[in-house]
């Protein structure tokens, strides 16, 4: 038996809608723990597999985890190992953040290489550059990374040749405890860059810069325990503004703030969005039929690729037509099949997208392919007549806390259910 996602679409979602800790800020935070013996408490954090997931990591390294609802408490007072194992890091290309606080503490870290992934190549030769850059040694040995740096970590003027959200979390994390002083430059501006800094200068760091392109880290001998709330989730707050949109519908999103959602606010403005800012949130619904927009995707302040997905679902239903370019990953336009198997009208020409408006989707048994496909899926089949089932649920459960809950309290038909795997 296999779990799906069974939605009965055709529903405006109207409501209210809790918006979690941000996953994307809360993975990193986790691993700052491995910097001090000391320990650290992070509040809101969201109720995800990948939480789950680098909270086994951080164990099987001698971190000490207590959680309550919604926070956790790590304590990297012991360490007892330096490898990050293969089956951990295959499931979660995050895993590889460990690298820059293991080697800058401990002179050394084995961390298994990410291997294939969906979404392309995803390389972490931009992470391995500025580590060597900062002294380390970095060679590969049977599939895994080790770093060394037995004398520790030194400050560095580095730029990086491609934008990495990892790779700049990676190097800050280093850098903070690193002697000396380091330079990065044409660094993420992110959030969740952000809210790392933000952390870290909590626990004793000296980060500035963070959310321009240039950071400057003064390294500290050591960094101190803390209690730090992890940022709202922008990504799960643009996704259900896109759901409420699609299915015409009316919806507050609380706990977030469109401030992290720029070029998704213009966009979906464009596109026929209203927007009304709340105390702690905002209220979206539309205003007429939604219009076809071009987008593009871009690092921060940019589109966010991890909302090409569930966009490209919303042009499907457009007056118009729209091209969707994707710049950020190769291979992430995997939930295609899956819309035009809805009815959608979607031609790929190498990263773009055609995508022509059509009346009305149709629901369909459909499979998600990565986390973000997972949610283009949910948002059609919100919108879509009759019935949609979307299996491989896994990756949904990557990103997405309490998805049917939230959705449910929105009026909408979506439950999971058991179904025979063959
Ligand atoms: C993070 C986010 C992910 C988001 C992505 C881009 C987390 C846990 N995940 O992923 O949701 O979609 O940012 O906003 O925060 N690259 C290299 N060499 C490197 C590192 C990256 O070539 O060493 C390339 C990648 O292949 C990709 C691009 O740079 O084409 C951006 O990747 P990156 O920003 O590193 O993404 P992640 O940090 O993995």
């Not at 298994?112 to 550059?129: F, M, T, Y």
């Not at 519908?249 to 959602?261: A, E």
């Amino acid at each position: 038996m296999a779990t799906v996602l069974k939605i009965q679409g055709g529903f405006p979602l109207n409501g209210t809608i809790q918006i979690s800790g941000a996953k994307n800020s809360a993975l990193p935070l986790m691993v700052a723990c491995l910097l001090t013996d000391q320990p650290l408490t992070l509040t809101n954090v969201p109720n995800l597999a990948d939480i789950r997931t680098t909270t086994q990591l951080l164990e099987i390294l001698g971190v000490v985890a207590t959680q309550g609802e919604d926070t956790r408490t790590l304590c990297a007072s012991h360490i007892t190992s330096t490898t990050a194992p293969y089956d951990l890091v295959k499931t979660m290309r995050a895993s590889v953040l460990v690298l820059g606080p293991l080697v800058a503490r401990y002179g050394i870290a084995r961390v298994s290489l990410p291997g294939g992934c969906a979404l392309g190549a995803r390389a972490v030769d931009v992470h391995l550059e500025g580590l060597r850059a900062m002294g380390a040694t970095c060679d590969l040995d049977e599939g895994y990374i080790i770093a060394k740096a037995p004398n520790g970590l030194h400050g560095a003027n580095f730029t990086m040749r491609v934008v990495s959200v990892g790779a700049t979390e990676n190097l800050m994390l280093a850098a903070s405890i690193a002697k000396g002083q380091t330079i990065l430059r044409n660094v993420a501006r992110e959030p969740e860059i952000v809210d790392l800094a933000n952390c870290l200068n909590a626990m004793g760091a000296k980060v500035e810069g963070a959310g321009t392109d240039t950071i400057t880290i003064e390294g500290v001998s050591a960094l101190h325990g803390a209690t730090y709330k992890v940022m709202p989730d922008r990504l799960e707050t643009g996704s259900y503004a896109i759901a409420a949109l699609i299915t015409g519908g009316d919806v507050v999103l609380k706990n977030t703030s469109l401030d992290y959602l720029p070029m998704v606010r213009e966009t979906l403005e464009k596109a026929g969005a209203v927007f009304e800012e709340e105390v702690d949130g905002f209220r979206i619904y539309q205003n007429g039929p939604i219009q076809g927009v071009d987008v593009m995707t871009e690092p921060y302040p940019g589109f966010a690729t991890d909302l090409q997905a569930p966009m490209m679902a919303l042009m499907g239903i457009c007056e118009g037509a729209s091209m969707i370019t994707e710049t950020i990953f190769e291979n992430r336009f995997m939930h295609v099949p899956e819309l035009v198997r809805m009815g959608a009208n979607i031609q790929v020409h190498g990263a773009s997208a055609m995508v022509r408006g059509v009346k009305k989707l149709s629901g369909a048994p459909v499979m998600a392919t990565d986390i973000r496909a997972s949610i283009g899926l949910v948002a059609a089949g919100l919108a879509a007549k009759g019935d949609t089932t979307i299996s491989r649920l896994y990756h949904l459960d990557r990103g997405y806390d309490s998805l049917e809950t939230k959705l449910q309290g929105c009026g909408a038909i979506v439950e999971r259910i058991k179904v025979d795997a063959s």
